[in-house]
């Protein structure tokens, strides 16, 4: 009963907080704020998944409603999972915040900075809750349109093009979405989720049907920067705040591709993507993002933009996961998709230091300096090693699965592609250890910091500890699988089992 | 066939206005440009729905005497929540060009690449 309640509470806190924020005005109580409603969110996101972990569904009906006709807020154990990485590293983030926002932001702007950081929070957060499809297209324009705001706010003047770029292309993608929502609304008359993976297979125009299906794929591809439609997104997290980047490569793609998943499995049927061309383009384009993110990674010379490329890479191996369409696969994508988010946000985080110090994450000007933070440097070896798959990390237990899966499907160059994937990796993350840990220490050209300025001696502890809670739960979770693992493979279990039902 | 383009005169109208839109943000270096190309493939969508709301015959919703079939109210009302959607979108962008302008001088597109990569 309480559960019930919890559902909608997530949803409402961040949108009570956000405009109080606002109101206020003031830095030091926005940041409270901020992070007291981060954490409450993830402490009722805990409470939350444990309640549907064992297979129930929670339902609540916005308004009192009924179903249909009403918005239904309607979690199982896939939602719990994604709802529950996106507080996690909302809170992670907020913890983080403080001195880096402070650095980055001017000063009148922080409030406002922190109003949009919820309420991004917020609208991705009610993507993962709702169960009506039109319900989840608002939630995706409040987060894409408060995103956009935020990464306009980085330094670099660049972060306007950036924020520009991903505006007009992530509208176009929203808008797709739209369109194919409006169709599918055409063919059956329904925009509840559940009410619509019924009704869909009886529609009989088959043509509207599949148009929706191409459309509504295509948008979500675009706002989870699958392959050919990736090109907004390094640009967007390497000119963002270190804050916002942080976030926005740990949750933003992959509630998109939870979007994706719910799409394929829930509201269409594993049935009729079979029957479609999708699956193996999935496989193809994951595969191609794999090699072409990490090469492409290797070519860097910023910290950041080398973290994003490697961000396209690693939604490759999710992809791939997906188009696989068997149980295994779709677990391996669930698993890589909270331990993506774990290790992302280290790396991003410790780029963020990096930044903190010396005012900049180009390789030119951060030689060396992994020994003069050696904390620092050795969470982000963990984090990086996790991203190639070493044994005893996150990244090890996901590639496990997914090779595992695609050897089950005997899709041998995809397993090659895996592990040619790993390889890269281990280039791009090498490049960043040499640079950091071997290359001489250079005289720094520190830009933009007032002499006498503290930011040049030390890392600010808040950041220092919330980036080693992250990379130890890096190793925590590639030991103990237990909570990912389990809860991914049961919400495995709930999409194909209420697929079995329908046929 | 003309009695198949004129019977779905709108959806083709719709059609053609949301390319307009597309091609107008494809081909035109100049922001304002793109952000109008995006309004008015975002208004095509809107008719889309409009469109498929009509009844023929069909009065406004609202219960009278005299009257028997209605227009379907909700896609009419999931539009209003689009146009605001819309709305704040174009708002965002033409805020983000003044801020472009301000930090680069110029908002024409290949301009500001060139300016970018030299950096």
Request: charged share 10%; hydrophobic share 55%.
């Amino acid at each position: 009963m309480i559960e019930q309640q919890l559902s909608i509470l997530l949803v409402v806190l961040p949108l009570l907080a956000a405009p109080i924020i606002a109101v206020i005005n003031r830095s030091s109580i926005a940041w409270a704020m901020t992070l007291s409603v981060t954490v409450c969110c993830l402490i009722m996101s805990v409470w939350m998944l444990s309640g549907v972990v064992d297979g129930s569904v929670i339902h609540y009906e916005l308004g009192g409603w009924a179903p249909p006709w009403g918005i239904e807020y309607r979690i199982d154990t896939l939602n719990g999972l994604v709802a529950l990485i996106v507080c996690g590293i909302a809170a992670a983030t907020a913890l983080y915040a403080k001195r880096s926002v402070e650095q980055e932001i001017p000063k009148h702007q922080i409030p406002m900075f922190y109003c949009a950081f919820l309420l991004c929070f917020l609208g991705l957060l009610g993507i993962c809750l709702t169960g009506d499809i039109f319900n989840l297209f608002v939630f995706l324009e409040v987060s894409s349109l408060s995103s956009y705001a935020l990464i306009a706010m980085g330094r670099n003047r660049k972060a306007l093009t950036a924020s520009f770029h991903y505006l007009v292309l992530g509208t176009l993608g929203a808008t797709f979405f739209l369109i194919g929502v409006g169709l599918a609304y055409g063919a059956t008359g329904t925009l509840n989720m559940a009410d619509l993976s019924v009704r869909l297979p009886q529609a009989v125009d088959t043509h509207l049907v599949n148009t929706a299906f191409a459309l509504i794929v295509v948008g979500v591809a675009l706002k989870a920067a699958i392959y050919p439609l990736h090109l907004w997104l390094p640009n967007a997290y390497s000119f963002a705040p270190s804050v916002v980047s942080i976030f926005l490569s740990a949750t933003a793609t992959k509630v998109a591709i939870y979007v994706l998943i719910r799409c394929l499995f829930h509201v269409y049927s594993v049935e009729y993507v079979t029957n479609t061309l999708l699956p193996q383009l999935l496989i193809v384009m994951g595969g191609v993002a794999v090699l072409y993110g990490s090469m492409r990674a290797i070519g860097q010379t910023g910290m950041r933009k080398m973290l994003a490329y490697s961000s396209v890479a690693q939604i490759g191996y999710m992809i791939m996961g997906i188009g696989f369409l068997t149980e295994a696969g779709l677990t391996a994508s669930l698993i890589h998709l909270f331990n993506h988010a774990l290790m992302k946000a280290a790396l991003f985080m410790a780029a963020g230091l990096f930044i903190y110090r010396a005012n900049t994450a180009t390789f030119e000007n951060i030689k060396g300096l992994g020994r003069e933070m050696p904390w620092t440097f050795a969470a982000m070896v963990i984090a990086a090693l996790s991203l190639i798959g070493v044994p005893g990390t996150v990244g090890f237990v996901s590639k496990w699965q997914l090779l595992q899966a695609a050897l089950e499907e005997n899709h041998w160059p995809m397993v090659v592609i895996i592990l040619v994937g790993s390889l890269l990796a281990i280039i791009y993350v090498w490049k960043l250890i040499e640079v950091l840990y071997f290359q001489p220490r250079e005289k720094m050209r520190v830009t933009g910091v007032a002499s006498g300025s503290e930011n040049i001696g030390r890392s600010p502890i808040s950041m220092a500890v919330t980036l080693w809670i992250l990379a130890l739960s890096c190793i925590y979770f590639g030991i103990n699988t237990e909570l990912s693992m389990d809860t991914a493979k049961s919400a495995v279990e709930i999409l194909f089992a209420a697929d079995g039902g329908q046929r | 066939m003309i009695e198949y383009i004129l019977g779905h005169i709108n959806y083709w109208i719709i059609i053609v206005l949301m390319m307009i839109g597309l091609y107008t943000m494809m081909s035109r270096p100049n922001l304002i440009k793109k952000m109008v190309g995006l309004s008015v493939f975002q208004t095509g969508v809107i008719l889309l729905y409009i469109s498929m709301a009509k009844v023929t015959g069909g009065t406004a919703p609202i219960v009278a005497e005299g009257f028997t079939t209605y227009s379907n109210p909700l896609p009419q009302v999931l539009m209003l929540t689009a146009i605001v959607v819309g709305v704040a979108t174009t708002a965002l962008g033409f805020a983000l060009i003044v801020r472009i302008k301000e930090a680069y001088g110029t908002i024409e597109e290949d301009e500001l690449e060139m300016m970018d990569n030299e950096e």
